[in-house]
């Protein structure tokens, strides 16, 4: 359940220490999600409909670059309304794609490889190691991104010092412009594969808002893990956890009401927030656009 | 939307500092140059902007496979075709603007208020909860205003939750309202799923997941001719939006939210309790979509059951987006969008044209006119 909520939110945060708040993860989720289940659909192969996702998520994350930054709309508005559009879009195109049973169809998904030896280690065996490749291949892509932009490497402090004061990152030479635009692409890719993941590897379909607010859990987990990578798995690692909860209650006797169980990862994310993990600073270029003074 | 004509430009000559010359697109003063002939008044942009949005709608009707005809005629047939069509778009619209009213309060305190949408479920849980305490013969006079009231003050307790949070911890208000949005949700499904909360007396494997109706004097009176299902909401709408429109232009207390929003640090320096002004406007907020949600109990068919918010809180804040802090912005656009939310549905209905279609062209209409407000000459409303 984690698995989607990381890969979605290596690239916000990517995206947020470059200064651009990208409220839409949720509307590019949904996307890639819609647009793997409809590439799928037609192809008859997952893997076909894991690209159109990417070439989806990756339109998307260029209409929210040219609105947030080009154009320097505000980014609260335009992320919430990116979602919205999101929604309808995906749910006009479910209408006319699918029909009306659009959550009946089952697509042609990803099957789960098991890694021998490793997936028989108890518990965290079936956790890690018994993902479809599109599963492998996000936790790969996470932890390369991680790595890559980490704030001990010459691109990591890039993103760092665009995302805290882009007119002096832009006097010492630093592409602002096209580093703001990379994170958000970057973050099109990754929240597009996380909705092929949850459409092509786990449910098998595509049904109306089948993302339903994983894309917020995913900023919230960046800003809970104060913009940093590891704090940032760890909060996607108890979100997620939260999540399956409301599978795993039955099994382990518990009688929760079930709607108690689905808003719990939202009631930990505000726990989270509002300090329990103490005090934390944005990059203060956050949701700041950029104009070069003349 | 003039803005791919800004690419097409050649690149600026070498200025006189050592930086490389960038593409044309990103410096702001050619762009204004290029843009000199477009509009520039806020009207004018809107305008352009619905133009867009409009054109988005008909190729998504002609993409669907119907008539643009048809389509328009079961537009209209739906917004106001009957009494019954334009009395249930007057509720939308009613619904809309008590959301949109309450995020404009909060917006002039310099606060964006994304969680209408929990605050309407936290109004509507307690509304229902009072309704169904008070006794079955209750007058309208008394049940009416005790379940509105106290739709008011569980929104506005919901909003106080984020605004606690940000006057003492620093917290966005944007990420804690958002993530009440749906703590919100769960609360509705938890209070009509359990019988020791608010569900119905189950008597068999078929009793729905909802609360029982609110008693006679507790639902909201009809106001129109006796095929509109128009209620009380409209006119209580109505009011909310002038006394808001008042108090914001026309009264120490609007001018001292206005300062907030602009610099909270130099209306401390200035006195003035800048932590009760923001939590105060973002309680009204709270409490006017508290209103909004009452008001959706209160009417037929009286019951509160999952989904009964029906997005109106996400639609409600999409209203005081393009509104951009302004009340008359909000009457109308609350008006356009009332009417829009039925005929879409009727779209739906008779022409087999996806109800999608409209969510699909009121975002497109606010994102067009976010992307230009770039060229307008001043930003109403600033957000901090």
Redesign the interface.
Known sequence: MALPLLLASSGELLSERAGVLN?SVEGMMLTGAFAGAVGADASGSAAVGVLTAVVAGLLFAALQA??SI?????Q???G???N??A???T??GA??VFGDGAGAKTLPGLDPLAVPLLHEIPVLGPALFEQTLLGYLAFALALALALAFSRRRTAGLAVDAVGEDALSA?RS?LPV?AIRYGTVLLTGVTSALAGAHLALSEVHAFSDNITG?IG?LA??AV?AGRWRAWPTLLACLVFGLAQSLQFAAPALGLHL????L??LP??F??LA???LVGRSRAPSGLTVPF??A? | MSAPVTTTQPPSPPPPDPHPPRPAALDPTRLRLALRAAPRHPLAVAGLAALFALGVGMLLVLAAGAELATAWQALDEGMFGSPYAIGSSLNSAAVLALIAAGFTVAHRAGLVNVGGEGQLCAGGTAAAAVGLALPAGVPAALGVPLVLVAGFLAGAAWAGIAAWLRVRRGTSEVITTLLLNFIGIGLVSVAVHEEALLRQPVTSSETLPQSAPLPTGAQLPLIGGPESPATAVVPIAVLAVVVTGIVLRHTALGLRLRAVGHSPAASARLGLPVGRLEGGGLAVAGGLAGVAGAALVATAPYVLAEHFSSGYGFAGLVVGLLARGSLTAVAAASLLFGFLTSGGINLQLAAQVPASTVQIVQSVLVLSIAAAMLFTTRRPGSRR
């Open positions: 409220l040219l609105l080009t154009l320097r709309a505000d609260i508005v335009t919430i309304t990116a919205a559009l929604l309808g879009a749910t006009y209408r006319l832009d030479g412009t607010g917020y900023v919230v800003i009401s079930a709607p108690l689905v808003a939202y009631v994310a505000l927030v509002s300090g104009v070069r003349s």
